[in-house]
């Protein structure tokens, strides 16, 4: 018979109620339990090397700075406006998406978080060096995410005036001459492009197409202009991370006939480039371009109106429908391989290339026309 202390040091008399040991098998099987359970709960809420993309805050092109559905905060500013210019009334919805990304540098979501993104088709997980490069900060990444607004609000405006017949100064530059690189002993900051191999250049993409198509190893032409004075330099473009480049870093310089002034603080990146076209049209034409419906959007645009591919577009779809409440989605039909099969339930995804096939959905949409002759992505 094995006797134990029963917890006040004393010993149960013979013939008392007699108490078993449980098996040592047992005890250790247990505190493995318990040991489990605690690094379960430790790896938890461990970092991971991920970060978290969801749906962010939808704002009306037509509306205000204030995202749609949100508590007011402030005092609201038109997100569009053109002084000096006749404007026209508008409704419905040219929703802009926006995604917010969970995560940084400084502070990585826990794993819980990352299990929890998994099972929800609304969310995203990518591993953080996609979003943030190694050596990048958050104020970094800020930054150029700033940059790039700012870039787009331009190219916008220039894309919805050339649409419209306007005509204005606008011309590729030189905003960049990388550090030993072809273009380095040849061309200088605020140069313009003009043309490549004979081939007039009017945008950046065209520019890029052009450099593509002419290869490494070979001499290009480039026509230039310099103070004023027009002149033809050769650069052999070269290899750089999969691409063929000058070594320079391009943008578009613009002298617009008139102001046009975008108001939207703490949104970054090129992606809204599409919406700020559509709402600008739409304030300087008659008539309503969706016919009072809610329609929203997405992708890059330049000055010439073609449209880009973008990322988080899975998220965007979701939070053009849960928040926005749009039955109608412009996508970029470089992002329909992410779009099929994925699209929420309610939402007709069309696939744009240029500004000129968002404008002939919006006529269709907006006049009640059959779209079933218009390109879309889809479903599966």
């Given at each position: 018979?094995t006797l134990?202390s029963?917890?006040?040091?004393?010993?149960?008399?013979?013939?008392?109620?007699?108490?078993?040991?449980?098996?040592?098998?047992?005890?250790?099987?247990?505190?493995a339990?318990a040991?489990?359970?605690v690094?379960?709960?430790?790896?938890?809420?461990?970092?991971?090397?991920?970060?978290i993309?969801?749906?962010?805050?939808?704002?009306?092109?037509l509306?205000?700075?204030?995202a749609?559905?949100?508590e007011?905060s402030?005092e609201?500013?038109?997100?569009?406006?053109?002084?000096?210019k006749a404007?026209?009334?508008?409704?419905g919805?040219?929703?802009?998406?926006?995604?917010?990304?969970v995560?940084?540098?400084?502070?990585?979501?826990?794993?819980?978080?990352i299990?929890?993104?998994?099972?929800?088709?609304?969310?995203?997980?990518?591993?953080?060096e996609?979003?943030?490069?190694?050596?990048?900060?958050?104020?970094?990444?800020?930054?150029?995410?700033?940059a790039?607004m700012?870039?787009?609000q331009?190219?916008?405006?220039?894309?919805?005036?050339?649409?419209?017949?306007?005509?204005?100064?606008q011309?590729?530059?030189?905003?960049q001459v990388?550090k030993?690189?072809?273009?380095?002993?040849?061309?200088?900051?605020?140069?313009?492009?003009?043309?490549?191999d004979?081939?007039?250049?009017?945008s950046?993409?065209?520019?890029?197409?052009a450099?593509?198509r002419n290869?490494?190893?070979?001499?290009a032409?480039v026509?230039?202009?310099?103070?004023?004075?027009?002149?033809t330099?050769s650069?052999t473009?070269?290899?750089?991370?999969?691409?063929?480049?000058l070594?320079?870093?391009?943008g578009?310089d613009?002298?617009?006939p008139?102001?046009?002034?975008?108001?939207?603080?703490?949104?970054?990146g090129?992606?809204?480039?599409?919406?700020f076209?559509?709402?600008?049209?739409?304030?300087?034409?008659?008539?309503?371009?969706?016919?009072g419906?809610?329609?929203?959007?997405?992708?890059?645009?330049d000055?010439?109106g073609?449209i880009?591919?973008?990322?988080?577009?899975?998220q965007?779809?979701y939070?053009?429908?849960d928040t926005?409440?749009?039955t109608?989605?412009?996508?970029?039909?470089?992002?329909?391989?992410e779009?099929?099969?994925h699209?929420?339930?309610?939402?007709?995804?069309f696939?744009?290339?240029?500004l000129?096939?968002?404008l002939?959905?919006?006529?269709?949409?907006?006049g009640g026309?059959?779209?079933?002759?218009?390109?879309?992505?889809?479903?599966?």
């Amino acid at each position: 018979m094995t006797l134990f202390s029963d917890g006040d040091g004393r010993t149960p008399a013979p013939g008392g109620p007699e108490r078993v040991a449980p098996p040592r098998r047992v005890i250790v099987g247990w505190v493995a339990i318990a040991v489990g359970f605690v690094l379960a709960i430790v790896l938890a809420l461990a970092p991971a090397p991920f970060v978290i993309e969801q749906p962010g805050p939808v704002y009306n092109t037509l509306g205000t700075d204030q995202a749609v559905g949100s508590e007011p905060s402030g005092e609201a500013k038109p997100l569009i406006t053109i002084p000096g210019k006749a404007t026209y009334p508008t409704k419905g919805s040219l929703d802009l998406l926006t995604v917010s990304v969970v995560g940084n540098p400084d502070q990585h979501p826990t794993w819980f978080d990352i299990v929890g993104a998994w099972f929800d088709p609304s969310r995203a997980v990518v591993p953080i060096e996609e979003v943030f490069p190694p050596g990048t900060t958050t104020e970094q990444s800020n930054a150029e995410n700033a940059a790039l607004m700012t870039d787009s609000q331009q190219d916008a405006v220039a894309a919805a005036l050339n649409e419209l017949g306007y005509t204005f100064p606008q011309a590729v530059a030189v905003k960049q001459v990388i550090k030993g690189s072809p273009a380095a002993s040849v061309l200088k900051v605020g140069d313009q492009i003009t043309s490549l191999d004979g081939r007039t250049v009017k945008s950046v993409q065209q520019l890029r197409d052009a450099v593509k198509r002419n290869g490494t190893g070979k001499a290009a032409e480039v026509g230039i202009v310099r103070d004023g004075a027009a002149s033809t330099v050769s650069i052999t473009p070269e290899e750089s991370g999969g691409q063929v480049v000058l070594g320079i870093g391009a943008g578009m310089d613009y002298t617009f006939p008139f102001d046009v002034k975008i108001q939207l603080d703490n949104v970054g990146g090129p992606s809204a480039g599409q919406m700020f076209a559509l709402g600008i049209i739409d304030k300087l034409t008659p008539g309503s371009l969706n016919g009072g419906k809610r329609v929203a959007g997405t992708g890059t645009i330049d000055n010439a109106g073609d449209i880009g591919a973008i990322g988080g577009i899975r998220q965007k779809m979701y939070a053009a429908r849960d928040t926005g409440g749009a039955t109608y989605f412009l996508a970029p039909a470089a992002n329909c391989n992410e779009v099929t099969g994925h699209i929420p339930a309610g939402l007709r995804v069309f696939a744009v290339k240029t500004l000129a096939d968002s404008l002939k959905v919006l006529d269709a949409v907006s006049g009640g026309k059959s779209t079933q002759g218009l390109p879309t992505c889809p479903s599966s």
